[in-house]
């Protein structure tokens, strides 16, 4: 006896990917769903990015992590609203893990970053409605890294090449970098940044705001 | 590794389909896989370590039908099987995957109430 079951598992994700989406569009939020390798640098770029614009756009974090509470911390202590995740082994955030952190999340602010757990693989897999995609890619990761992992370059509407205060130790050039992130993210905007330092922070968060402004210039407007 | 988890979800909703067509024993689930939503080997792996969990599915065999990725050109349409950032044709930028993240539960077959 056969059982027709005709049952598309990722049409469940969609569907609460959808349900995040239209949520956000009724707050006026534009959401960035951060990616990158362990230690590319996501956190200090929060915490670069969070002072500059929290005060004048609210802004809220939902943390991915395996296990700990330590970026969700780090967060915190910046006077930002955060919900920490901990996956306890799943290797991506996903759309209802997403929904659940928005529940515990106030709804004042105008931009939400959901820092993904550090993978270059599966978070560039899992729609889980945010408007924009950002991938943290360090100069000490090698050159290599985007040809490697394409889906995440790929996706990518910005990479920030963080630590670029490192450049002057290595073999390579910041040119050269964006050589290869042309090649393998033509359609990112490319942001040289030490999150360390400060330096290209400006750039990146005028970026941000840009986004926003274009995200609600026409209501009607759909995103990529 | 997520392919733990997506097993886990199949073997549940077969668990229950088999429960509402009153099944005594699963043979086999089908399943369509698109070559970039998950590694089959894993899938199988997972398979094995997790059907005896889920009676009647002890013995059930995993079938799995592929489907290879595929991007198009946004710009010109041009179809290509790489990941590649600029397209062959006509070099525009942002292709889009146009299959390989597939994820069906097709149909089991088994048997029914004797």
Known sequence: ?????????????????????????QRG?????????????????????????????????????????RDGERISALGVPVVQLNTGGACHLDASMVARALEDLPGAGRLLFVENVGNLVCPAEFDIG?????VVFSVTEGP????????????AHAVILNKVDLLPHLDLTLEEFQKVLEQCAPGATVFPVSARTGE????????IEAQLAAQ???????EE | MHELALVEEILKACQQA??????????????TVGELAACQDA?????????????????????????PARWACPHCGTQYPEPLPRCPGCSAGHPRLESGLELRMDYLEGDGSP
């Open chain 1, 130 to 134: 945010t408007d924009r995609t950002v």
């Open chain 1, 1 to 25: 006896m056969k059982v027709i079951l005709a049952k598309d598992l990722l049409a469940a994700s969609d569907r609460v990917a959808a349900a995040n989406r239209a949520l956000f569009r």
């Open chain 1, 144 to 155: 290599d890294k985007p040809e490697k992992y394409p889906l995440a370059f790929q996706k």
């Open chain 1, 216 to 222: 609600y210039a026409d209501p009607r407007q759909r």
């Open chain 2, 18 to 31: 088999a429960a509402s067509h009153r099944m005594r024993r699963v043979t086999a689930v089908h399943i």
């Open chain 1, 29 to 69: 939020v534009l959401a960035l769903n951060i990616m990158g390798s362990p230690g590319a640098g996501k956190t200090a770029l929060l915490e670069a990015t969070l002072p500059r614009l929290h005060p004048r756009y609210g802004c809220a974090v939902v943390e991915g992590d395996i296990a700990t509470t």
């Open chain 1, 200 to 207: 290209g922070v400006d750039a990146w968060c005028q970026w």
């Open chain 2, 43 to 67: 899938l199988r792996f997972a398979w094995e370590a997790c059907r005896g969990r889920f009676p009647p599915l002890e013995e059930a065999r995993l079938e799995i039908q592929e489907v």
